[in-house]
Every structure is written in structure tokens, then in C-alpha cells.
């Protein structure tokens, strides 16, 4: 038996959540790997939608086991807020016992939070774009071994250790910006959302999930945010705080390499970006703002506008190669329907020649998008069921992007709804 991965391949909001939500049924445990609350899956079924910020996608199946692996970042407040929308919709986590939380995940401290928004608002036009839920922060104490961990909760000294942190970033805060905000609302809501968590198995996950492994269970790995936002390998340093490829389920999760199955890579038929950073696609003009009407590219959790562009193969390939992607999911191809011509940039002009590659200094010097023109499609394609009923232009652009890409497309999502979505292989 494998862990089957699933992550994004472009820069987030590719519509992992839907595409996890549609597999889950198939695997006894969904585990998300890495990221913090600020990932935004979204699910749309019998009519209802709903955001996970840091809950597993497989979240609605009674037969599903979900695990928040070590290498998530937990905002307890917005883990709480989570939980209790659940509750309100009819699903009781708690008494399904449907959730674990791993006991090496970190804590997110509204202090981290305070220092996230200090220091974007330091670096002014040269900003991340941080979502400023702190998440950053935690990573930085996680390698920087001053971190608290879900498991700490359950110490008698838990508050202690908690006062300690808190007074180092306190201190910190005075030193380099002259203020601490008042915290002491969140630091109350962190405390009664500390009470609910303790309720939840806490659980050493290395040992579950393998353990699970052993006893024959399916397990898929859910990524957050996107390959091309990798702390190592995206747009440094436009980037989050965590490894979002392959690599990242293996130390997220405490599996072996070798465990690894299938690597199911999602991109959208388009592109899109939040926040800073280089994106070469970007269409700065009226285009660009159809594709964010029709697709409602607005962030899930943050609302703010997100970038738009035609795909980018250069970055999808380099995306392929660094997960080892042996399946892929193209969603959003409804979102292109009536775009008379639609464009695939299949390489970039850098520094007067022709590439195929992401450069290194892509944050400082351009890469200038070759585009190929391709024809799109008229028909409305949200409602097809049956793969005879996908237009003949749409099928081109799916067998161009399979043979450009040398990686099977195995779904096509057309819609938002979980059934939207045909299998193509
Ligand atoms: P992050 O981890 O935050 O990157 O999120 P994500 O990859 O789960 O994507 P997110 O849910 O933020 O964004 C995808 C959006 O597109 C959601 O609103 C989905 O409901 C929607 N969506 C997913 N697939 C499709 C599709 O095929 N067509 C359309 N029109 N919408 C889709």
C-alpha cells in the first residue's frame, strides 16, 4: 500500500479542496501535510458550499478518517471557528470522530500574528503579500526551536511555556516597532479554542499513518497553496513558509519516500496568482479582468483579487518534475468557454533568448511569455456528464497540454459542484 499525494501545481487556489472532496471516498484517510489556515478549500455539494481553512477535505464522508499532519501550522481560533460552522451544518466532529490533529503540528499564537503584520507593514512596497495570520512567524520559531506544539496543550505547564513565547515576541515587537498592539481579546478566544481542541484525539500521526499503511488503509496526502510557492523551489522570496511538493507530505506526515503512490497534480486550464511575486502570464488588461469575473478569482479566505494569466507550461513542467506528478486534474476549463482565442506560453524570452525553464532571478529580471495561440471553445460545458459531449476544441487543448506535459490528464473539473467533474482516462 501507498500514500497517494495530491497538491497544486501553479500558485494555489488550482481547486484542491473540490478535487480532494470528489477522491475521498476512495481512501480511508485524507491528511493535510503542510501550510497553515491560510489555505481556502472549497466545497460544493447538494447545493451547499463550505471553506476549510485548515481542516482535511475529506471531511464530509462517515468512512473517511481526516489527520492535520505535524507539518501544519494550527491557528486554534480559526481551527475553533471551523469546528463550530461544521456543527451548525450538521457535522459534529466530535461526536463522528472523524478528526485527529498530530501532536508535532505547531501553534500559531496571536502574537504570530501581530509580528506578521509588523513586519510587512516594515518592508512596505517590497512586501510578501503575507495573508498576516501569522503563519510565517511559526514556521520561523518552528526552525528557530522556540515553537509550541498541539501536544504542549496537554502539559501542566502549558500556560507557562505559552507566557514564555509570548514575552520574547512582545519584546521583540517593542524593540524593532516601537508598539504591541492589544491582544488580549484573541489571547482569550486562543484559550477557549485550546479547551475544544484538548477534546480531539492528539495523536503521534507518524506512527498512525504508518501503522495504517501496514494494516492495507488507502491515504491520501492533501497539499496547501501551490508547487510554485515552495519555500525552496517557488518564487523566492514570494513564497509561503512551507515545502508544498511531494517532499513536503514525506516530513508533513513522517512517511518514507518509498511510501509514496500516485502524485495527482491539479492546475487550472489557466492561471492565476495572489499576493507579490513574479508571474509571467499575468494578463494586466481587460482579458485578465474576464477571467477574474467569470472564474471569481477572489481569494477564498482574504477575499482579494487574485492575479490572472494564460497557463504557463514552463512552470507546470518544472512543477511536474519536482513532485514526480504521475496523474493530473485540469479544473476550471468551464471558466475559458467563449474565449474565441485562448494562449499557452510555451516558453519565455529571458535576457534576449529563448527558454524553457523558470530562471533563478525571476524576481528581478523578466521573463517575457512566448505565447502560442490556441482556438477555444463556444459551448457552455458546465452541464456535460458524458465524454462525447466535451467540444472538439476542448479536447485539442486537453490533448496539446497531455502531450507537451508527458502526464496523463485524468479528470476534468467543469464546474464547482463535486459532480462537475468527468473522468477523462
Ligand atoms: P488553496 O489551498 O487555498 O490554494 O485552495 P484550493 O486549491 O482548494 O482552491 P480554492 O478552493 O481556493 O479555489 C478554487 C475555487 O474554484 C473554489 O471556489 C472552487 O469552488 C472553484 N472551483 C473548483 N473547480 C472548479 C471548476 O472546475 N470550475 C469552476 N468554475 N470553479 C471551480
Redesign the pocket.
Known sequence: MAVDVLL?LQW?????????DVLSAGYDLIARFQ?GP???????FDGK?F?LNTIP?GIFFDNTLNLIGNGVVIDPITLKREIDKLKDAGHDLLAKKNLMIAKKAHLILPTHQLLDAASEKKMGEGKIGSTLKGIGPTYMDKTGRNGLRIGDITLPDFKERYQKLVDKHTSMLQALYGEVADFSEREAAFFEAIDLIKQFPLVDSEHFVNDYLKKGKKILAE????TMLDIDFGSYPFVTSSNTTTAGACTGLGIAPSTIGDVIG?FKAYCTRVGGGPFPTELNDATGEELRKI??EF???TGRPRRTGWIDLPALKYAIMLNGVTQMVM?????LSGFDKIYACTHYTYLGEQIDYMPYDICSVDAVPVLKEIDGWNEDI?GITELSEIPAKLQSYIDYLEQELSVPIKWL????DRK??LVLH
Not at 223 to 226: H, I, M, S, V
Not at 413 to 416: E, I
Open positions: 497544486g494555489g487556489d488550482e481547486g484542491k479542496g473540490k478535487i480532494v501550510g491560510n489555505a481556502g478549500h472549497t466545497l460544493e458550499k471553506v477535505s497539499g496547501a497553496q501551490g491539479i472564474g471569481h481569494g477564498a479566505t479544473t476550471k476549463a468551464d471558466v458546465t473539473s467543469v464546474g464547482p462537475q467533474t
